[in-house]
């Protein structure tokens, strides 16, 4: 079992940036892809971004390539999602999940997901 624990939503205008965060305990860390999903109220959970087992490899959805940065240390089992120039479009709440050692997209290979953080943006 991997418990996973995001923090670092909140209100912001749209230009904004947040950075969240995701805290893994239980199995190793370091064994485990990572990726960001969100959900935008009355819509279907989509993809962010995905990180490989060792942070060499990340994958982005198009709509925040370039805005949107995934990374990892698994020195402190630590997931992290740097978010500029944020648009309402990116309103939704936030998904950290955890799930064999490649960057995938589909929500269904991953295994453990935490709780959300909401992500709310301003016009």
């Known amino acids: 079992q991997v418990q996973l624990v995001e923090s670092g939503g909140g209100l912001v205008q749209a230009g904004a940036s947040l950075r969240l965060s995701c805290a893994a305990s239980?199995?190793?860390?370091?064994?485990?892809?990572m990726g960001w999903f969100r959900q935008a109220p009355g819509k279907e959970r989509e993809f962010v971004a995905a990180?490989?087992?060792?942070?060499?490899?990340?994958k982005y959805a198009d709509s925040v390539k370039g805005r949107f940065t995934i990374s990892r240390d698994n020195a402190k089992n630590t997931l992290y999602l740097q978010m500029n120039s944020l648009k309402p479009e990116d309103t939704g709440v936030y998904y950290c999940?955890?799930?064999?050692?490649?960057?995938?997209?589909?929500?269904?290979?991953?295994?453990?997901w935490g709780q959300g953080t909401q992500v709310t943006v301003s016009s």
């Open positions: 999940a955890a799930g064999g050692g490649t960057a995938q997209i589909l929500a269904t290979y991953y295994a453990y």
């Open positions: 239980g199995r190793t860390f370091s064994n485990y892809a």
């Open positions: 990180i490989s087992w060792s942070g060499g490899s990340t």
